[in-house]
C-alpha cells in the first residue's frame, strides 16, 4: 500500500518557507510564519492570510479540522515528513503544522478612521516575546488597535507571533510609526495619550479615583530595560505610573500593559465612559 506523498526536503517551497525566518526575506516576500494549531486555525480563519501549510502525518490526522479549513481558505498543503518540519520551524519543539502567511499590518491612517477608543502604543519595544505578549493583552482587554513604532521588534517576527497566541489575527496593527506621528495623529483623533512609566508623577489609581480614565485613551510602552525616554514621556498628555502596594521593585513590560489597558477598558465600560451601555 502506497502512503501519501510527502513534499520533498529539497522542494523550492520548503526552501522558501526556510528563508521567512530571516527578517529581510520576510519583508521582500511580505510572507511569514505561523507555528502551530492555535496560530494555523486563526490564519485559516483570517481572510486571504494563510498561504501554504506544512502538516506531518500525525498533525494532519490529529487537526484534520484546521486542514480542512485551510483547504477551503484556497492555502496549498504540503504533507512532510518531520524532519522538514522541523527545518521550516523556528520552534525546539515543534508541533507539526506550519502555515506561511501574508502580512496583515493595516495602515495608520486607517487606525485613526475607525475612531479607536483604546490602542497601545509600542516605542522602542525590542523584545519579540514582549511585543507579542502586550499584543495578546491589548486584544484581552478588547482594545481597538496596536501600533509599532518605527524603533520597536519586527511584527512578525517568529517569537512575537507566537507570543501573540493568535491575537495577531484578531486586531489591526500598524507598523512603522514614528513616536511623534502616532502621537499626533491619535491627539487629532481625540485620544488622550497616556505614558506608562515607573516614574510618572501620576498614579493610576488617583487616575480611576477621579474618573478621567473613561475618555478614548493611547498607553505608550516603552523597552522594558530603559523606559521611555524623556522627548516621549513629554509628548503626553500624563504619565502615569502602576502604584506597588507590595515590594516588588517594578513590574514587567507585559504586566504593567496588562494592568494598564485593562484599567482603561474597566473606566471605559463604566456609567460615563466612552464605552457605556444601557442595561437592557
Known amino acids: 500500500m502506497v502512503g501519501p506523498e510527502l513534499i520533498s526536503p529539497k522542494s523550492s517551497r520548503v526552501s522558501a518557507a526556510r528563508r521567512l525566518a530571516k527578517r529581510n526575506f520576510r519583508g521582500k516576500e511580505r510572507l511569514f510564519l505561523a507555528e502551530g494549531p492555535q496560530a494555523v486555525r486563526e490564519a485559516a480563519g483570517h481572510a486571504d492570510t494563510l498561504v501554504e501549510l506544512f502538516a506531518t502525518l500525525d498533525a494532519a490526522e490529529r487537526y484534520t479540522d484546521i486542514v480542512a479549513e485551510a483547504r477551503d481558505a484556497g492555502a496549498r498543503v504540503h504533507l512532510a515528513d518531520e524532519d522538514v518540519i522541523a527545518d521550516i520551524s523556528t520552534t525546539v519543539t515543534p508541533q507539526g503544522l506550519v502555515g506561511v502567511c501574508r502580512f496583515l499590518d493595516t495602515p495608520f491612517e486607517d487606525v485613526l478612521a475607525a475612531r479607536p477608543k483604546l490602542v497601545a502604543v509600542l516605542a522602542n519595544v525590542r523584545d519579540?516575546?514582549?511585543?507579542?505578549?502586550?499584543?495578546?493583552?491589548?486584544?484581552?482587554?478588547?482594545?481597538?488597535?496596536?501600533?509599532?513604532?518605527?524603533?520597536?521588534?519586527?511584527?512578525?517576527?517568529?517569537?512575537?507571533?507566537?507570543?501573540?497566541?493568535?491575537?495577531?489575527?484578531?486586531?489591526?496593527?500598524?507598523?512603522?510609526v514614528p513616536v511623534e506621528r502616532a502621537v499626533q495623529g491619535l491627539k487629532d483623533a481625540g485620544v488622550r495619550i497616556l505614558a506608562a512609566d515607573g516614574a510618572g508623577e501620576h498614579d493610576l489609581d488617583t487616575e480611576l479615583d477621579r474618573g478621567t480614565m473613561g475618555t478614548p485613551t493611547a498607553w505608550i510602552f516603552g523597552n522594558e530595560a530603559w523606559g521611555l525616554p524623556e522627548e516621549t514621556r513629554e509628548l503626553a498628555d500624563a504619565v502615569v505610573r502602576v502604584p506597588i502596594h507590595g515590594k516588588a521593585e517594578s513590574l514587567n513590560l507585559a504586566t504593567a500593559a496588562a494592568v494598564c489597558l485593562y484599567a482603561s477598558a474597566r473606566a471605559q465600560r463604566a456609567p460615563g465612559g466612552c464605552r457605556s451601555v444601557t442595561p437592557s
Open 128 to 176: 519579540p516575546g514582549n511585543a507579542g505578549t502586550v499584543l495578546r493583552c491589548a486584544d484581552a482587554a478588547g482594545a481597538d488597535a496596536v501600533v509599532l513604532t518605527d524603533a520597536s521588534v519586527d511584527l512578525y517576527n517568529p517569537k512575537s507571533v507566537r507570543a501573540s497566541v493568535g491575537s495577531l489575527f484578531h486586531l489591526p496593527v500598524a507598523v512603522g
